[in-house]
Each structure stands twice: as structure tokens, then as C-alpha cells.
């Protein structure tokens, strides 16, 4: 069964820096992509940031710059170093994984099957 379970919850002044861990079980990393979302109160789930097995990745553009995704496959364990905080930074955060599926004309996507629960970055001005 696969479990992810994220950590590095915590509350920064705007400027200062966290990094978020997700340790994942129960299946092999290396073939499965991964991904952190995030949800404010009111406010739509959005994609954050996402790596794929062969370790490219892709960031919303409003983290651009200050987030940097990565992943020890040796660990299974999923990063979001986080820098340069702003107050509209602050949300809950979710880990989630899945595999990578082609969505036509060469594109491809994560299916995103699996979720943790989630750690709460707050940020204060």
C-alpha cells in the first residue's frame, strides 16, 4: 500500500525559508512521478511544483525562483525547499504520487493516484 507522509510543518516571518520532506513507502520511487500541492483556506488546490522519474521538473510560476523540487530515490524521500517566503505562500501543503501517462500529440502527465495529508506552512508579514 502506498503512504506518503510529509513533514517540515512550521511558521516563518515573509523572506525566511523552510524545506518540506515527504517520505513515501510502498512502492519504488524511481517510477513514479511526484508532485507538492498546495490549498489555502478558500482557495482552489493549486500545483506547486512536479519532478518525474528521470528528475525534470516543473514549478508553478508563482514559486518560480524560490521553490526548488527534488528527490532522494535511495530514500524515497521527496523535497520542497522553500525560499523567500511570502505571506501568500501560506497554505497547507500536500505530497502526491503517481506514474507518468501520455495525454496525446507527445505530451504526457501524472496521474497524481496517491496523497498524503498534508503540513501547514504559515507565513507572516
Known amino acids: 500500500q502506498v503512504q506518503l507522509v510529509e513533514s517540515g510543518e512550521g511558521s516563518v516571518q515573509a523572506g525566511g525559508s523552510l524545506r518540506l520532506s515527504c517520505a513515501a513507502s510502498?512502492?519504488?520511487?524511481?517510477?513514479?512521478?511526484m508532485g507538492w500541492f498546495r490549498q489555502a483556506p478558500g482557495m482552489e488546490r493549486e500545483e506547486v511544483a512536479s519532478?518525474?522519474?528521470?528528475?525534470?521538473?516543473n514549478y508553478a510560476d508563482s514559486v518560480k525562483g524560490r521553490f526548488t523540487i527534488s528527490q532522494d530515490k535511495s530514500k524515497n524521500t521527496l523535497y520542497l525547499q522553500m525560499d523567500s517566503l511570502k505571506p501568500e505562500d501560506t497554505a497547507m501543503y500536500y505530497c502526491?504520487?503517481?506514474?507518468?501517462?501520455?495525454?496525446?500529440?507527445?505530451?504526457?502527465?501524472?496521474?497524481?493516484?496517491?496523497w498524503g495529508r498534508g503540513t501547514q506552512v504559515t507565513v507572516s508579514s
Open positions: 519532478i518525474d522519474p528521470d528528475d525534470s521538473t
Open positions: 502526491a504520487a503517481g506514474r507518468v501517462v501520455p495525454t496525446g500529440w507527445g505530451l504526457e502527465t501524472c496521474t497524481f493516484d496517491y
Open positions: 510502498g512502492y519504488t520511487s524511481s517510477s513514479y512521478c
